[in-house]
Every structure is written in C-alpha cells, then in structure tokens.
C-alpha cells in the first residue's frame, strides 16, 4: 500500500479510490479533505473502532471535528499514513437518512426562547437540553454510575442555611478577590472541560471571551477541542488563564505541556488527580450505542463491546501510576503554583499542604468520575475547622467546584473558607446555546445574584464573608428516607382544594 | 413642547395629538383622563422604560392603576410635563387583542367556588390562583431565586409536634392577648404586604375593614396601593394600625412619613431591615417578560434587558446604607414603639435589644428576598433560649411571620414565645378572590381554628402556650435526602391492591 | 299545631298533609312511618338545620338512619312533637334524580374483588374506598386539618426496625396475652369507631361477632349506630367488651350509662380524654357541603354556614370542663378498671398512674382532633423509659392505638412495652367492604402475620417482647425535607435502562 | 386403583383414561409423559390443592417442570401412585386460550435489546422484568409485606458515601480475594436462589458455568430447580461450590444431604437461620391467585384460601425448631466450614463466634422474610467496632448480602470488614433475560466496575479497603418524612424554565 501513499502525492485521490477501502482488512477515511489510512490503528483507537468503520472509505470530518483537537492526526498517526489530498468533486456526497430526531431538534432551535429569558444558570442548561445534539448533551451532562453525586453537587448547598446580617450599611458590594495572587471580578473561575466543539463550532476560545469580559480565570483543559494554543492566542491584555493537567504517562510530554504553558504565560498549573483513569458514564455510553449500534450484532459475553461513548473516547494518555512521590518533581519542573485539582478528605489536603503545593480543588469531577464521592462543599465543611485548629487555614489556597448554580452556593463555599468556586457545565450550556451572548449573559446574571445576595446576607466585600454566617448542620447527613408503603401510600385519599361550582 | 403644556390647560387634549407622542424621543401617555409628558422620565422608570413605551401615545391608566398609588404623579413628576386634561371621545378604543388566557380566566371566575366552600386558608389561595390575572398572581406567590425559603417558611412548621395536655377544663378559651399595649382578639396581625389593587380594586382598605371586625391589628405598608391616609381614613372606632417603613436615602421624607403616621395615629413602627435591595423573583420577571416580550429582539449579553417585573418596578427609594448608627435617630424622631422586621439570627437580635428598640420580627420578607434565609420560627427557636439564659426573654416583643396558614402555626409561635405572628399572603388571596366577605371568612375560620386546637392541646389561654407543648427536636435539621437511584426506582415493580374481578 | 299532634295519634297523616310544612317557618319530617315536627329542633340539631330542611315535608328515614342510634328520637325531641304514623302509601315517592356518581360505584360494586384477593388490612381498605358511599367514606377515613398526623400515625412505624434473635426455636408461638385480666388470642382490640351502620346496615353488632370468633376484646363505643344494649346483646358466652365513654355534660347522665354498662357485664370503662370538641375535618365537611350545597347562595363571611360534616353533626354532649379533678368521682362509681384514653406525653401518664385510674391508651384520636399530635407509638417511646427508670412500669397497663396495619405493627408497640393496641378503621373498612366474612379474614390475615413475625424475631410469645429486639433511633425525628429546587429537578435528564431494538 | 397401577405397566395409558379423574374424589395428572394418581395427595401439596385440581386428569408437566427439582415425585409420592407411562398420541393437546398478557410478552421479547445495550445489573432487571413470565418474575421480585426491607437493602448503601484517596499509583488492581480459604478473582459469590428454572430452562448449572469463568465461588440452594448432583456435575476444574441448607426436620435427612455435599466436593456449609418458616409475599401471592383464581367463589372467612404462591409451595420441610443447641451437632457431622447465614444483629455475631462456628452472613434472606428487619450492610456497621473493640474480628468471616448491584456497593462492605458480599437476584435476572452469555456479561460489568471504582477510591487491593475511606454517619438513621401537606403542596405552582417562543 506504501506505492499508493507516495503516488498520491503528485495527485489527488478520487472517492471512489477511497470507497474501495472500506473494510477493517483496509480501511480509509477523508478528513478535512485528506485521506488517511487508519487500518493499523482502527484497534489503538481509544474510541473503539467501530465508530471509525462506520465511516470506513467515507468522509468522516462531521464527526471527526468536535472531538479532535486539530493537531490530533498530525501527533497519533504516523506520516505514511497519510495519504494526501482527495478531489472532494468525485467524492459521493452521502445523502443523509431522514433523521426524527434531528428534524425534530432543529424545529427546538428554530423555537429557542430568547437569551432574555433565561433568568438563571438553569436556564440556559434548560435550553441547551434542547438544542444541543443528542450525543454532546450525553457527553456533557452525564455523570458516574446512578448520578447520584452528580446531583447530590447542588443538593448539599441545599443543606446550608444563612445566617444573614441586618443594618450593615451595603449600599456598596465589592465581589472582588484574589486568586493565586491575580485579581479578580468575582470569586469564580471558569473550570476545565473537555470537548467544547461538541457544543459550539468555535470551542473553548469562547468562554476565553467570556471570562475576559467580566475579568474572571479561564482554566485550560487538557482534552480541549481548541489547540492549547489556540486558547492562550484568544487571550486579550492581562487576562489569566491557569492550565489543568492530565498526566502523561511519558513524563516528558507532560514536561513539555507544562513548560509550554508556564512559557505562554499560564499563571497555575492544576494537576488533575481524581481520574486516574476516566469514569464510566452510561448515559454517555447508551447515546453512542444508540449511533453506531444498528450493525452490531448480538453477541456473548465474550465479546464485550468496548465502544463506550465519547467520555472513554479520550481516556488515554493519562497515567494511573501517578503518585505523591511525583510531586516535588512537578515543584521542579516549574514556577507556577502547583494545584491538585480533586482532593476528597481532609487527610489529603494535609498531605498536599506538607507536600509543598500551594493550593487544592476539593473536587469530584462534576460527579463524573466516582459515584458517591461526596460533594466538593461537604469535603470543605470537613476541612476547615481542622485546618483552623492547626492553624494551617492560610498555608493553601483551597477551591472547590461541583454544582453551582446560584450566587448564594458561591457564598456558602466561600463563607466556609474558600478562596473561589470554579463552575464548568453552566457555560458550557450557556456557549452550546447561544455562543458568547450566553456566556456572557450567565455571568452578568451571576453578578447580579451575587451583588444582591451579599447585600441580603449583610456582607460588604468577600472578606466579610465567614462561617458564622452559615448554618450547615444539615450538610454531612446523607439520609436516603425509608422506602415508601405503596399500599398504605395508594390507599390514602388526598385533601383537595375547593371544587368548582358545576362539579357540586 | 412647553407652549403645548400651557396650551392645553386651556383646551383639552385630542387622542391624535397624543398619539404622535408614540416613540422614545416623545412619549406621552393618557392617566385618568390626563396626559403627561414622560419622555424624560423614561429612562428613571424604576419598572423599566419599555413597560412605557408599550403605551407610549396611547391610555395607560388600566396597566398604570393597580401599581401606583394616587399621588404618584404629583410626586415624582415635574408639573411641567403634566400636559393637562384629554377628550377622551377622540381617543381611540383599542380594541383589545383576544387573549385566550384571559378568556380561560373569565370562563373560571363565572364558575368560582363559592365562599362557603372555603375552609382554611389554603383554598383561598386555591381559588385565587385560578381567578387573579396572571401578572398579579405572579408578584403576590413569587419568591427569591428558587423559592425554596418561600416554602420552607410554612414546612419549617411541620417539623413541630405537639405535646398535648389533657384533663385541663377547656370549657372557656381565651384567644386574646395584647401587642405592643393594645389588646387584641386574636394572636395575628395583617402583616403588610404591597400592592393591594393588584388583587382587588378596592385595595388595602378591605384588610382594614377585615382588621377591624375581628379586633386584629393591621400593618400599613409603604408600598401600597391605596395611599396611606386612605388606610388610615378607613380606621374605625379605637381600630389600631402600625406602619411598616422602607426608610428612604433622603432621611427627611422618611421623618416626615414617620411624624405624618404617629399624628395619624399609627401605634408602633415597623422598621424593614431585611430588604437593602428588593429581591429578585424570577416567577414574577418572567410573568412581567410575556407581558411586554413581543416586541423585544434578541440582543448580546451587552443589553441586558432591566425590565424585571412588578417586584423590582417599586424598589426605588430603599436606603442600603441603613445601618445601626440610624437607630438612635428612628428612636428620636417618634414617640412610636420601633419594631426591626426582617432580624434573622439570634446575634441581632441580641443587638436590637441592646440598641433600644421595642421589639422585632423574626422575618425573612415572605421568602422574596433572600433564598435559604431560615424560617422565623427556626429562628425564634434559636433565640428564645438564649434570652432565657440571660433573663432577657421580656425586654422586648418578639414577632414572627412567613409561611403562617393554619392556628397551629400559630400555636406552635406562641409555646415557643413569641407575642404574635404576622399573617400577609393569605390574607391577599382571601381578598382577591372574594373581596372583604372572603377577608372576614378567613379571620373567622383562623379563629375556629384557634379555639378548637388551644382546646385540643389543653390551654385556656395565651399565656398557657409554653414550650413544654412542644416537640422541636426536628426543627433546625436541613435534610435533603440522598438524590435516587432511577435506574433501581424504575425497575422496582410497586405493590398493587386486589384487581377488580374483571382483570383476574 | 298542637290539636295536630292530638289528632293523628288515631289516623294516620297523609304524605300531603306533611308535605306543606316544607319550610324553616314549620318543618315536618317522617322518619319509620312516622312524622315528627322538627320546627323548633331545627336550631338546635347538632348537624345543621340544611340538612333537615333539605327533607322538609318528606321522608327522610334513609339519611337519618346510619347516624342516628334508635333511640334518639325519644331521647332527643318532646312528645309533643311526635306528631303519629303517616299513611306511607299517600306519601310520594320521591324519584331519585340519577347520580351518576352512585352509578359509577353500584359499577364498581359489581366488580368488587373476591374477599381471598385481599391480603392484609390496606387491601380491604382499597375495597372500602372504591365501594362505599362517598360520604361515608369521608366520615370514616378523614382526620384533622391538613391530616398529618393521621398519616403519620402509621408512618411512625416506618422508623421502627427490627433487630430479631435467630435460633431460638420457635415450631411453638403463643400469641395470647391479658388485657386487664381478661385473656385473649391476640394483643389487641377492636377499638371504639362511631357510626358503624354508615359502612354496613347491622352496624356495630358485626365487629361483635368478629371479635368472639377470634377471641379479642371489642370497646364499645358512646356514637355507635346500634343501641348499646343491641350490643352488648350480641355478646356470646363469657365474651369480654368494654365500654368507650364520651363524658355527658350532665353528670347524672353518664353515671346512669357507666353503671349501665357496668351492669350489663362491660369489663373496663375507657374515657376519652382527647377530644373536649370534636375535631373540624375538611374532607368530611366538603362531602357533606356537596350534600346539601345545591340550594345554598354564596354569602358574606357574616353567615358562615356551620353545617360542617358528619363529624360535627354528633358532636353534642361532650363537656369540654371535664379535669383531672373528676377522677375520683369516676373511681367512686364503678367496679370497672378506669383507663385514660388519648393520653399524650409522659407527664400525663405520671399524672395518670398518681391519680389512680388503671391504665392509658396513648393515641391521638386516629388523627382526628389535632393535627400535629404525634403518634402512639412515638409517645411510648417517650413514656416508658420514665416509668422503668422510676420501677412504675407495671403500675398500670399501657395500650397505644392509631395507624397499626400490620402484625409488625403490633410487635413493635409490644416490644417498646405496650399491653396491647386498638385497631379501629382497618375493621370497619373489612366490614363496609365484606360484612363479617370480611372483618374474619382481616383477623385472620393478622394471626397469620403475627405467628410468622414473631417467628422471624425469634421471640415464641408475647413475654419475650422486648425492646433490644427493635431499633427506635429515627422514631422521633420529624424531618421535611428541605423543598426541591423545581428548576434543577426539571432539567436532570433521569438514566433510562435498555430501550427496545426497533427505538434505537 | 391399584389394579389400574399394575396394569398400567404393562400397557400405556390413554388420554381418555386419565381425562376421567379431573376432580377432587379422583385426580390424575401427567408428567413427562407418565401418569400419577394425586388424589391423597391433594391435602398435603404445599402449595396448595387448587393448582393441582387446575390439571385434573390433564398433563401438567410445563406448570410442574419449573418449580419441582427432578427427583421430587420419587422422594415424595409412593410408588403405588406411579401409574406408569401414557401414550402422548392419546392425550388431547389442550388448545392453549389466547392469552393476551403472554401475546404482549412475546412481543416483547422480540424486541428484547441486545446484551451490549445492558450496562449494568439494574439493566438486566429491566429487561427480565419485561420478559419474563409474570408469576416467575414475581416470584424472583417479591419481597415480605411491604417489601420495605427489600427496597432498603440497596437504599442503604445510599447512605454511605466515599472519602477516596488521591495519588496513590493505582496503576495495578488487585480486586482477589479468599473466601473460607479459597482463592477468589472477585470478593463476592453467587448466593442461593431457589428455582432457577423459572426463568431459565436449564436452571442452576447456568450459574455454575458462570461463576466458573470468572472464579468466583457458586453456593448451592436446598431449594434449587436442578438437583444437587447435577449441579455439582456442572462443576469444572477446581471450582469451588458451597452449600446452603435449610434444616429438615428429619435430622437423618439433613445428616445425609450434608454429608453427600462433602463428599461431592463442596467446601463450605451455609446453614440458612432467618427463614423458620418460608415468608409471606403477597405479589407471589397475588400472582399465583389470578393465575388460580378464575374457577374460584367468593367464599367466607371460614375457608380462607391456602394456595399462597411460589414462595409458599417449596416451604414444607424446613425445622422451625432448630435451635443453637443444634449447632455443636453440626460440627460434629462435617468438616466444612459452617456458615449461619441470616444473622441480624451483634448479640448474635458474639454467640455465633462463641458457638465455634467458622462465619457469619448478615442477610435478611433477600427482603424476602420479615419486613424491617435491617440491611446487612447496617447490620455490618453496628458489629464490626464492638468485635474490633473485643480484638475478635479475625476470629470468623463475615459476609453480607442483600441489595447488591454495584462494584461501590461491594467496596462500601470491604471497607467495613466483610469478607465478601453475595450475589443473587441480578445473576437470576442477566440468566433468565440472556442466559449464560447474560452471567457473563454482569460479571464483566461488576469486574470493570470494581477496578475502576477502587481506582477511583485509591485502592490498590482488597486489603486497602478500610473503613477510613467511608463516611457511615447516616446509615443507621431510618427517617421517614413527615407526610406532605397536600392542599399547601397543590397550590404551589412551581418555578419553570423559558418558554419557547411560539408560547410567549
């Protein structure tokens, strides 16, 4: 097949030369108007090879592009597999199958509410439920296992209670703080997430807009659709931006990473340690299933599919062997503060304080990762008053993120001892649907709660804010209520209202 | 336009001439008969200028009447703009739009319950819910962010049990007691709440009628729709009012409705410290959005649009700066009792007392201001004990509100120690939906009630409520249970009782 | 009308004869074949004047019927006024207006399941629900204010568990105890309800055959539907019955039928302590206000309507000044042990045992008169660790009634130290569903529950109760839940399991 | 009828012949092709006389197949009722009555998903539930009385929630274990379940075939579809099989099955203490009467029907005296090991290791015996510190089983002290919707769950479980709500998200 790699230099591929390859034997694929062979990696392929045969001697750029950094082929797939340039004229365009669903998905958008209306954080998730395709809205808002921790982020901030001030003359809120020694707007910064392209053409360098509008962090991650590079160019003036990190098993890659951003002007490297290897997400699984699933063949345990959605899909490349051993190499290698991004005790964050780090994320992954990892506020309830007895309160610089939603959680956490909170899904929904307006609406309405709500609780600038100002003795108990008597339940006749008068 | 505003006080207006007047650049409205300029006010308009400009040339008094009291315009507009008296036959008649909701709403008014079918306060909110107009159900029922404090209020009820006692001789029970000096049939007051005309055209002078004929006390609100003197002229006999004040930057108008009041005869002052800012609630900015959405277009997060319901249109002159440091002056200006309204922990109210005011209301403004404020009786129950340890339960007069609907709540407020309870929405509902008979309806059957629960719990009086009737050992836990496990809910199969003989 | 009385005792009125006073002015009703002029009566009848006048100059034998005991007439209205026999053949039959209502359940009725279908006591209430009449119904199942209490009556037992012995050899359980010295088959009793008949034409004599097939004790209630005398003429053999006592406001009165009883052969005399006035229940007053509320104009809160239910309507004769002080003299006129029925915290009971009566039934009425009241078998738990730590435990016998469904319901109370429990509606239920077939195979249905529990626990009888065989931590915990976040809730995206091919 | 017996034997019997002894004077049924005469019998069948009369004179093999292990009618019918071989020709094949709920069933499972849609175990539940025929589903699916203990064994693990460790080079998993000295892949068994063949028609080997694959140990039910041997016939290589015994009464019986499972290789004795007597399970119950119930009158409480489902048909045969005097008889007869598998509480943890036996299950037989008897897990919580305080922790193996569905729920339990968790329900549902690539598969599931979680936890082994990575506060709470206030809760009108456009 080499021949046919050099051959194809001096001229374009045809598509019905390509359409020839497709089989696992030999298999070809177009992307952004180039032929590659994938037949010696359609196994390697983290996402599994089925999704790729399904586009065997296609063009599969629609698919390919939101989940793929751009540089993806030029790293993972060796030169001589690249075929070259295709005469995109001779390549049948597929006539795509009628899809409901689809159909029924661009008459949402075509009745999308107006940005307007969205009033809150939910809003805009509300929306980008039904706008979004099927399989993104998988990927983003699945969580580990039953969701329970998923859901339970934003349920423990229901078990804290204020505690507000009266007579505190607020006329004037200051929301300002620091983070890691740069000055910011509010006390959020906007968190690592993958796949951003699955939500908007243009991918992460939106919300780089976005943060930089309202003077907020933008973190970098690793598996962004947008090039790394990419997301630093979208920097505008002082803005900072941290880096989050997943470890390369080959340590000199991840040097490199490191390096490169510290060299771009990163100001924080978050080191992710709660995804040593990535979580299983069934709703994430069960979309992909639904799209590649009507060729498959109902087979034994044997042969179990590993296909598993687009969370696996990016699995690779991070090393499960990472340890606390690896820390002062980090401290070595660079002068940025070093975070450990999914701490979830508070004998870890000891750990991380005498380990020479300058901060922690008390973090689960949005619940994406261990279900029933509990909530990066309960672990931050847990956390402080040792700390305080110890006197190491300040010694760190200690975040959390996971489920927030409303200015009054951003409170809570920070009541309690946080230095900020980062937030992730709410702009991604915002991004995926309405573009930077969204993300730039979500943050005016943070604000506006923000500024209100430390009004409310009598607290002028986030110094002020402290845990006697939180009730939260409901926050460590995980009570699940005894399940219900359906008969005694069934039987029982509820109360109603006044009827009206033609049904006396 | 001067010489037009002297012009027209000789000749009356015409509907063309005013209908010209139709834009940003020159609007004029109809009010009552009478045209005002109110181009340069729009951009003031505390509800927002586009609510204006829907009317903009054209007769607003139906949409400007229930939200403004009388002396509106006298007030806050320039007697310059006031352009003078219209012949209202030269105005067109809209003719209104078919409106399928308000139809809907007409056909449930014809077949409304009928008074007697009422029999707790509840299903005067029923009712109310199903014949108010939409926009005024709104800001009545709306509550801040996600309104759980709103419903907290009436649950934190329900995690108190009694501890009855029997064998008592409960032939004669006394519901009467006295609030701040004045003796009262019933443990409640009408709290204030704003905007009465909203639910009835007639206003707040129905609850003060209500008020007057079971021996109750009421609470004026400064953000009425009746003007003050209009409430206090419809007193009767030795009737007894409070004022509730929202305290003003410009301290002299805030002096001068504080000696207006007490000349008018006003017995205690109602001094709101739990709204710095008025809240936002979302139910009612969405509501108010409909209203006036259909000319909007969509816009970037740089235009957000500030139109954000009745609830924020009233919130000007509120002071934010209001502070401890003005107590001293309230105490000087008024011979009154000061009452805080709004305290919401127990340090406050430690410092309230120390400040030398009369008394306080454990509030949370009905759950619209700030969510996850504790209820006032969670509240009460942090603060009764520690007063009693210091011996200080009787230097003041302690209230509260939020979430009241049945005697039992009342009940339970009073064994745990305060004076009295504040009752507002239902009230509203009440009277919205049946006018004063449904205001004297709903008295009556609170003080059915009452009898017959301080009977049942063995009290012959008020002064026999005391905390050993009661069970609060549930009352501070903030429980929200373990998020469910669908995947496990929905496969289990429930149990069902026996079939009817054709299913067998 | 006097000469009116005197001539008919020798002819027989004609139906339209009595048919002109039809009105409040003169009002006659036949009840039997006989005509009575209620005119005068009218004011005072417990239940309302509607009611009657609703059947003003006619027959009104079928609605007085089931709630009226057969002597109430004589009892109740002066001879003078029993006006003598009506010629039935002259009176019109009224057509019934169709109901479709009372068509649908003569349906349903039609298809009742079997009585072998119904395997535990909520099944014969799920039969009852759907099969009786709906006023009916609402007489039985309903309880105070917003019926909590009720509910929770059974609900407490959801936070009993169970900590049972193994290997205790149990081939023989003994499930027979002594109740005031009178041995039984089982630990409970059948416990007093009103207005049997309302569920079954024989009314109460019914649950007396029951309750000597299976050897258990049945309370006699003051309301029955029978006479007492038909009672306790449809005891068999040494049958045990004790008698339920509402205590007359005329001392004389209720000496007269405690000595009656006592004659009558009644082993124990159970005065109920819980209910000075009978308790408002709204499901029952918006069934009856249906009843008559047809010919009612909507009026002003001035005339509330007082026709308030079945509930109400027997509601006469209960003295409200009844004291600890009357013990004595309640002791002074009987042989009968004396026990307190309704007792609700543990000073009661200290109370009780000092003032030398012989025993307490901890219960709140069924849920019936206090909302908010807490449930018999929470109050145990709270009374039997004083009485053991003072060695009173055996000074007095204790029984709880109220929400006991099951056997494990039994062995619970047994195991925190109750002699016994009282199950009332689960037996009317049985027997408005099956008559006495019914009410057997509902006893049945527990002795087979109970040997099986009590083998499961490990405990062969009754004396081997006790409390390390049951976990009571959560018992006196009244937790709500913190309201939901209906905005988060709404846009989770619940985990489905495997669709069906054909949807993929 | 014996003369018909002997003869029989030489010459087949035909349909006619038999067809003749259809009623309860003389019953015949066919099974496999061989005639038996019941008619003494009937009285004696466990379950019941009315199943066997639904087949009188009929063959009855495809009811009698699932639920009878194959030597059943020589063990338990004497041979003079053989009646010998019938010619099938002869015998009227029954035309099956259209059935419309067996109809939708097939229909169903033609569109059963294929294996790789199923992720988990809840999802082969799913799909069993919906192809499964209804009395074998709600045999496997039916729990005691309210099946509230059924529900809250996986509930519980609700309310532990994880404290995982970071950075601990979790690159190489470990998840094996010992069992009673065997070396297992997996710290959980497959625990006995009765009637395999209900849901498969190979019954238990399926699960022996299963466990062999992936080396986990199979425990073998007394009450089992295949017989014992064939289930140890199914054993390959070393497999390890346990026994679980229910205790004749007959101790020669018990001494013989015990004896012949040591002989044939099995390596552990689980002697089931929780069912004296099998559990009442009204779904089972329900089920089996609709199936019985057609030819069926309403009869009085007299004649209580005794035909009491699945559960209640296999339950003969089991010693409700045994006691912990049996125990040392036990020792005496065998060298296994002897596990008391059912204990419930810590005072009997302590007797069971001072009794000498080897371990300990905390079970509560699936849910399927007394209702609120607690979970194993919380049972767990409460003996592991009093045996650690006592230094005996080491001295048995402790299991637990009971609600068991995910890889987080078997590593809460190594975390607390168990040696293994069991497995039964979710391996009968994968082998009845998929059969053995079905076992297969959940078993793949939990293994990829189990390394993933205790990576995710920080543990690299099974050792590194411990109880400072559970957080176990809430576990013992059994809270259940107090009931919701239906009016209040009804008039809500709960927050909603934007509106599309068209509705504005």
Redesign the interface.
């Known amino acids: 097949m080499n021949h046919d790699s050099n051959d194809t230099q001096k001229r374009k591929l045809t598509g019905e030369e390509i359409a020839k390859h497709n089989s696992r034997e030999s298999c070809w694929v177009i992307i952004h108007g180039r032929a590659y062979d994938v037949t010696e990696f359609l196994p390697e392929h983290p996402g599994g090879p089925k999704i790729i045969l399904k586009y065997a001697g296609k063009d599969a750029t629609e698919e390919y592009e939101p989940i793929h950094p751009p540089d993806t082929l030029d790293k993972y797939l060796d030169k001589s597999k690249h075929l070259g340039e295709v005469d995109m004229k001779t390549v049948e365009k597929e006539e795509k199958e009628e899809d409901p669903d689809e159909e029924a998905r661009q008459e949402?958008i075509k009745?999308?509410?107006?940005?307007?209306?969205?009033?809150?954080l939910?809003?805009f998730?509300?929306?980008a439920?039904n706008v979004m395709k099927k399989t993104a809205?998988a990927y983003y808002?699945s969580g580990a296992?039953?969701?329970?921790t998923m859901?339970?982020n934003?349920?423990?901030f229901?078990?804290?209670?204020?505690?507000?001030?009266?007579?505190?003359?607020?006329?004037h809120i200051d929301t300002s703080t620091t983070m890691l020694g740069t000055k910011v707007d509010m006390p959020y910064y906007v968190t690592a997430t993958a796949l951003g392209k699955l939500g908007n053409p243009e991918g992460e360098v939106i919300l780089t807009r976005g943060a930089k509008?309202h003077n907020v962090i933008q973190m970098i991650p690793t598996l962004a659709s947008c090039s790394f590079d990419e997301i630093c160019d979208a920097r505008e003036g002082d803005q900072c931006q941290w880096l989050q990190l997943y470890v390369n098993k080959n340590r000199d890659i991840t040097q490199r990473i490191v390096q490169h951003a510290e060299k771009r002007g990163c100001k924080g490297l978050f080191i992710t340690?709660?995804?040593?290897?990535l979580?299983?997400r069934?709703?994430d699984?069960?979309s992909k299933?639904?799209d590649v699933?009507?060729n498959?063949?109902?087979?034994?345990?044997?042969d179990?599919?590993r296909s598993q959605g687009a969370a696996r899909a990016i699995s690779s490349f991070i090393?499960?062997?990472?340890?606390?051993?690896?820390?002062p190499w980090f401290l070595s290698i660079t002068k940025m503060p070093i975070i450990?991004k999914?701490?979830?005790?508070v004998?870890?964050v000891i750990r991380a304080i005498e380990s020479g780090v300058h901060g922690v994320v008390l973090s689960n992954h949005g619940g994406r990762?261990?279900?029933?990892?509990?909530s990066g506020i309960e672990v931050l309830a847990e956390v402080m008053p040792v700390l305080r007895e110890r006197g190491w309160q300040d010694r760190i610089e200690i975040y959390i993120d996971g489920g927030v939603?409303?200015a009054?959680d951003i409170i809570?956490a920070l009541c309690l001892g946080a230095k900020g909170v980062g937030i992730g899904r709410p702009f991604l929904y915002a991004m995926s649907a309405y573009g930077?307006?969204?993300?730039?609406?979500a943050?005016?309405l943070l604000r506006?709660?923000m500024e209100?709500?430390m009004?409310?609780?009598g607290a002028r600038s986030v110094e002020e804010l402290n845990p006697?100002l939180v009730?939260v003795?409901?926050l460590?108990?995980?009570?699940?209520?005894?399940?219900r008597?359906?008969?005694?339940m069934?039987?029982?006749?509820?109360?109603?209202?006044?009827?009206?008068?033609?049904k006396?």
């Open positions: 949402r009745k999308m509410p107006i940005l307007e209306q969205c009033y809150n939910m809003d998730e509300a929306v439920k809205w808002s296992d039953d969701e329970i859901r339970e934003h349920n423990a229901h078990k804290i209670w204020f505690r507000p001030r009266i007579l505190q003359d607020v006329e509008k340690v709660d995804a040593p290897q979580g299983r069934e709703k699984m069960r299933f639904s699933g009507s498959v063949q109902s087979t034994g345990g044997d179990v599919d090393d499960p062997s990472l340890s606390w051993k690896d820390i450990l999914g701490v979830q005790c004998e870890d990762q261990l279900d029933f990892a509990r939603r409303r009054t809570k930077l307006p969204g993300v730039d609406r943050m005016q506006d709660e209100m709500n009004r409310l609780i006697t009730d003795r409901g460590s108990m995980h009570s699940a209520p005894v399940p008597d359906t008969l005694g069934n039987v029982y006749d509820p109360l109603i209202g006044p009827r009206e008068k033609s006396l």
